[in-house]
Structure formats: structure tokens, C-alpha cells
């Protein structure tokens, strides 16, 4: 009779000690329903990427989608009942591909830690996210960023809100240049500019960056999410765990922390994820959220 890890794929044995090491934290596997009724994606739109979705007629006239996020079908089906609830799946998303112009299948893995989640839940979901990056078997990075740190800045230096859609698009892209010229449309001082410039285009191993951050802080607001990032990275001394804050997460959705993972020879994002209060209390539950995703066909190969 064959070993059984001469039978399966490199992929499925990977998926397989995925499992384990989420089983083995205290998550167990949800299987959410496939697809929603479409309305409920026109709800909340604000929380998806795209408004492209995949619909079909149910046989009751109901007009249905197929997903195009887990996590939104988790947050409307889940209550935590006021305890906490730690869960990982297994699932397909449907979402447009690069050119806009066809649907892709996403295999996804991932986890949700949702209810009462403080320091210790948050500290086990970043370090879980490492541990999933290094059964990859290859060089990697987790990268980790706050939402709060550069809206606290921008707070500081009264831009208007109309504005910093610009200043986040040129951050996230690393393009000083372009953030120069759109913090002068916004009416920022030299002065001002020079300072957005610096914090945004922190980045690099996490103990420097985060000091160099701290002493660029220039309210409470910014403070927190200096210290939320130490405490949750702490115990975590690798050199593959950086800080990065062009790391730009929705502030419908996200509300601290933000992930993201590489692999070297990887030209896209493998994990990505953050912590979602926001979306909880917009959708009406009570307490905290925080998870990632796993994006397989990158993290495995086809």
C-alpha cells in the first residue's frame, strides 16, 4: 500500500499541515454556503474590492452571487455570542482577474478570530501568520503596518478628506514623487509634507522602523498604533518580520493591524489580512475581529 504522502500533491500536504497548525492553536474548520443573496453584497459594498460579482436566479426568483469574500459571509453568519470564536476554511472566491475583463477562481485558507479578542488573540493571529509563511519552505517576509498611524498623521496635519485618497494611492504605489505633488494640492506646508513623506515611506526591519516611528509621532492616535505594533510582534525576533506602513488597508473595513506576506520568486501578495472591528460593528456584532487569508495558488503553485 502507497505512503500517503506519496499520493498527494505538494500542495495538498501543505494544506494539510496548515490545518494542523490551526487545529492544533484551537481553530476548527467552517464551511460557509458558497454564494449570498446578491443584495447582500449591494449592502456592503463598500467592503469589497470590486462591485463585479458573478449572479444566477435561485429557483425561488432570488437573485444569488457567488462569493467574492469569506470574511464578510463569516461576520454575518458567526456570533460570538459574546465569548470568541476561532475558525479557519477552506474556500473558493470569485473576483475579476488583472485586466478587468474575466472572472478568476482565488483558492483561499484562512482563519478568523472573532468576539473578545485582545492582546493575546491578536499576538497569536500575527505569529500564526508567520508560522503559516515559514511552511512554505522558502525565504519569505511578513510585513506588517497599522491603519491608524498614518490617519492619525494625516489628522494631525488637518488634510482634508478629500485629498487623502490621492496621498494613499502615491504611498502604497512608493512614489515620493507623486506624493509631494499631491500633498501640495492638498495644501500641506513644506514642512508638513517633509514629515508625511518620512512616515509613510517607513519601512524595513521591525524594531528600527518602529523607533524611527515613535519618534515621528505627532498625537495619541499615532502613539497607539506604534505600541499596538510592538506588542504584537513581540517574541517575534526574525529578520524576516518587517514593518512597512505603505501598507494601505480601507478604513471601512480595517481598524488596526494590517498583514501581508511574500515568497521569494512570488511577484503577488500569498497572505494578507488585518484586524476588522470595523466591519463588525458595521455589520452589527458585537466585539472585535482579526484573521488572514492564504492565497493557495501562490503559496503552493498550481
Keep these: 500500500m502507497k505512503n500517503l504522502l506519496d499520493i498527494l500533491s505538494p500542495g495538498e500536504i501543505t494544506v494539510l ?3 494542523a497548525l490551526y487545529e492544533e492553536r484551537g481553530y476548527r474548520r467552517y464551511h460557509p454556503s458558497r454564494f449570498e443573496e446578491y443584495r447582500f453584497y449591494l449592502e456592503n459594498q463598500s467592503f469589497l474590492k470590486n462591485e463585479q460579482l458573478i449572479t444566477f436566479n435561485d429557483l425561488d426568483g432570488r437573485l444569488m452571487a457567488l462569493k467574492p469574500d469569506v470574511t464578510l459571509s463569516i461576520v454575518k453568519n458567526v456570533n460570538a455570542g459574546g465569548g470568541l470564536k476561532k475558525l479557519y476554511y477552506i474556500e473558493n ?11 478568476t477562481e482565488i483558492r483561499q485558507m484562512g482563519l478568523e478570530c472573532l468576539g473578545r479578542v485582545g492582546r493575546a488573540e491578536i499576538s497569536e493571529v500575527v505569529r500564526l501568520a508567520y508560522e503559516s ?12 503596518s497599522h491603519v491608524r498611524y498614518l490617519s492619525g498623521l494625516m489628522r494631525s496635519l488637518r488634510v482634508p478628506p478629500q485629498h487623502r ?9 512608493k512614489n515620493p514623487h507623486g506624493l509631494r ?15 508625511l513623506e518620512k512616515a509613510a515611506m517607513l519601512s524595513g526591519p521591525a524594531s ?3 523607533e524611527e516611528a515613535g519618534r515621528l509621532c505627532r498625537n495619541s492616535e499615532m502613539e497607539r498604533a506604534v505600541e499596538e505594533l510592538r506588542r504584537a510582534i513581540e517574541g517575534l525576533d526574525d529578520p524576516s518580520v518587517l514593518i512597512d506602513f505603505s501598507i494601505r488597508g480601507d478604513e471601512d473595513y480595517y481598524s488596526g493591524l494590517l498583514l501581508c506576506g511574500y515568497l521569494q520568486g512570488k511577484s503577488r501578495v500569498v ?8 466591519m463588525m460593528k458595521k455589520m452589527g456584532q458585537k466585539g472585535g475581529a482579526i484573521g488572514f487569508a492564504v492565497y493557495l495558488d501562490e503559496f503552493c503553485g498550481r
Design 271 to 278: 497572505l494578507s489580512g488585518g484586524e476588522y472591528d470595523n
Design 181 to 195: 505633488e499631491a500633498a501640495g494640492r492638498a495644501g500641506l506646508s513644506p514642512e508638513g509634507t517633509e514629515l
Design 17 to 19: 499541515r496548515l490545518r
Design 165 to 173: 485618497p490621492e496621498l494613499y494611492e502615491n504611498i502604497a504605489a
Design 93 to 103: 472566491v470569485y473576483r475579476p482577474n488583472a485586466t478587468g475583463r474575466n472572472f
Design 208 to 210: 528600527e522602523t518602529l
Design 133 to 144: 509563511l515559514r511552511l512554505a519552505e522558502a525565504p519569505f517576509r511578513l510585513a506588517l
